[in-house]
């Protein structure tokens, strides 16, 4: 199983080539994690909460629409037992203070799930004691 963090999915949804034509190729299944659905939604919702005009709102519309419909598109992987568990393990490592909570999350889910994690954010994931990760983007 292949997950895709949120820059991937984002960058998937806006039709970056390198990122598409890879995942074109991919043979393996590709999922989300609920924690990039809301990242993204939470996304969506502030920028049409935050609309200046009438134009700005109708397009804040359009994009969490199609947002929405991206989404539909993927296995959305909640949290489990086992996610849970590496959470929790993963918490416990001091040297994991600095990443952030969604992506130490994400992490967890794809342990959990003994998964592949494609993300642009190396430098934070390889931190992460046999997180499996690669770079489609760049």
């Known amino acids: 199983m292949t997950i ?3 820059d991937i999915f984002t960058l998937l949804a806006s039709g970056h ?7 074109r190729r991919e043979e393996d299944q ?3 994690t609920i ?15 935050k609309a200046a005009d009438g134009q700005q709102l109708l397009q804040a519309q359009q994009w969490l629409e199609r ?7 993927f296995l959305l992987l909640p949290f ?7 959470f929790d393990r993963l ?6 203070k600095k990443i952030g909570r969604g992506d130490l999350l994400i992490a967890a889910v794809a342990l959990g799930r003994r998964a592949l994690l494609v993300s642009r954010n190396l430098r934070d994931f ?6 499996r990760v690669e770079n489609w983007a760049d």
Do not use: H, W, Y
């Open 126 to 131: 390889r931190q992460v004691p046999g997180l």
């Open 30 to 32: 590709v999922a989300l």
């Open 35 to 49: 924690v990039t659905r809301i990242e993204t939604l939470e996304g969506r919702f502030a920028f049409l909460m």
């Open 80 to 86: 489990d037992a086992a996610a849970a568990t590496e």
């Open 91 to 96: 918490r416990q490592n001091k040297r994991l």
């Open 17 to 23: 080539p390198r990122v598409a034509e890879r995942f």
């Open 67 to 73: 947002s929405e419909r991206d989404l539909a598109n």
């Open 4 to 6: 895709l963090d949120t």
